[in-house]
């Protein structure tokens, strides 16, 4: 007998069928192909209303290793105690414990993984003040670290959407050694700036020697590839005292 709505391929009742599902409750559909456009979305509007809700204005974006241990060998534990003590230095000297005018600025933000990432939100946390985590979804599950503020801790699916907030509020820019994901932030930025595509917030580079060993910044000038102004996008710093110095020296505000 055919279906009395004409020969649809099934017996189910409508209400029962996917179709007949509110689009904002089906599962399946918000995770199909022809949603990756509203998912991006999604991602960016939710992190932002929780970050507007807490009156975050202005961040301190570090980024480093998510390899390096406190307790680890070599120079990891001096980078993860410098890492951290910058945490504490601009969470309490920038802003980031009080609110002003119902904002907060130069609030601590990280990629919410370990390493010199929870270095950093650790800082953060010693000093009493909120910290922000843009942690990732991988393969092998990244968890975020204990010491960001948990109303802050956000998860995303698209790095180029986490890239974006971790971009959008950023008063300065502090690079900790780091492997291929550092690089890729750091480059990410230099490239916002060298191109004027963001302001021109500083960017302090933790420990000289460790940079020019991965990266030969001359060679690039040599051959042509950048401008010798454009050395002058980003400094170096030895402490993490000196970082912060630095960062008021290019401009950073504190409040």
């Known amino acids: 007998m055919p279906h009395p709505c004409g020969?649809?391929?099934?017996?189910?009742?409508?209400?029962?069928?996917?179709?007949?599902?509110?689009?904002?409750?089906?599962?399946?559909?918000?995770?199909?192909?022809?949603?990756?456009?509203?998912?991006?979305?999604?991602?960016?509007?939710?992190?932002?209303?929780?970050?507007?809700?807490?009156?975050?204005?202005?961040?301190?974006?570090?980024?480093?290793?998510?390899?390096?241990?406190?307790?680890?060998?070599?120079?990891?534990?001096?980078?993860?105690?410098?890492?951290?003590?910058?945490g504490r230095i601009a969470s309490e000297r920038g802003g980031a414990l009080t609110v002003?005018?119902?904002?907060?600025?130069?609030?601590?933000?990280?990629?919410?993984?370990?390493?010199?990432?929870?270095?950093?939100?650790?800082?953060?946390?010693?000093?009493?003040?909120?910290?922000?985590?843009?942690?990732?979804?991988?393969?092998?599950?990244?968890?975020?670290?204990?010491?960001?503020?948990?109303?802050?801790?956000?998860?995303?699916?698209?790095?180029?959407?986490?890239?974006?907030?971790l971009a959008m509020r950023a008063s300065a820019l502090v690079v900790f050694p780091g492997g291929f994901g550092t690089l890729d932030e750091l480059f990410e930025i230099l490239t916002l700036r060298q191109t004027g595509k963001s302001p021109g917030i500083p960017i302090v580079l933790f420990e000289a020697s460790y940079w020019h060993s991965v990266i030969n910044f001359e060679a690039l000038t040599e051959n042509g590839m950048i401008d010798p102004a454009d050395h002058e996008l980003f400094q170096f710093a030895e402490s993490a005292e000196e970082v912060w110095t630095k960062l008021l020296a290019r401009g950073l505000t504190a409040v």
């Open 100 to 165: 002003h005018e119902g904002f907060r600025d130069n609030v601590i933000a990280t990629g919410g993984g370990p390493g010199l990432m929870e270095a950093a939100n650790r800082g953060a946390h010693d000093a009493g003040a909120p910290s922000i985590g843009f942690n990732i979804t991988l393969p092998r599950e990244q968890k975020p670290n204990p010491y960001i503020t948990p109303e802050l801790t956000f998860r995303f699916h698209y790095f180029a959407m986490r890239k974006m907030h």
């Open 7 to 86: 020969p649809c391929g099934s017996e189910a009742a409508p209400f029962e069928l996917p179709s007949y599902r509110l689009a904002s409750l089906d599962h399946d559909f918000l995770l199909g192909d022809s949603m990756r456009g509203v998912r991006f979305l999604l991602e960016y509007a939710k992190v932002e209303e929780a970050l507007r809700a807490w009156g975050v204005r202005s961040t301190i974006v570090v980024f480093g290793s998510a390899r390096i241990r406190d307790d680890g060998p070599g120079r990891g534990a001096h980078w993860y105690a410098e890492a951290r003590r910058f």
